[in-house]
């Protein structure tokens, strides 16, 4: 499973590698023979003004064979929103790949 990270202008990327990979693959790991690629989209809506969840992470899973699945997380702090993401990305795919699973 490869992970690609983007950044606005107003968050540095670079620190956020290991944070993005770690969440990712606890959150997601179970599900990584059907995932080829999953891309993180880190945003500042307030470009770096303080205000109430305003860090925005946007997850898409690339899955083999089928449509890409997104989410969107909105937190306080860039850490939470990767966390949200994640989390809501899981339960889009353990759904939509359930009921793959239970067509077969």
């Known amino acids: 499973m490869h ?3 983007s950044t606005d202008n107003n968050i540095r990327g670079g620190d956020l590698g290991p944070h993005v990979e770690s969440v990712v693959g606890a959150v997601l790991g ?3 023979p059907q995932i080829t690629r999953i891309e993180v989209h880190i945003t500042d809506e307030n470009a770096g003004k303080r205000g109430p969840d305003d860090k925005r992470c ?3 899973a690339r899955l083999e064979g089928r ?3 997104a989410t969107t997380h909105n937190a306080e702090t860039v850490e ?13 795919l353990d759904s939509s790949l359930g009921r793959l699973d239970d067509a077969r």
């Open 3 to 5: 992970i690609e990270i």
């Open 30 to 32: 179970h599900l990584a």
């Open 58 to 60: 946007v997850m898409e």
């Open 67 to 69: 449509k890409p699945q």
């Open 80 to 92: 939470q929103a990767i966390k949200g993401a994640a989390d809501k990305l899981r339960r889009v």
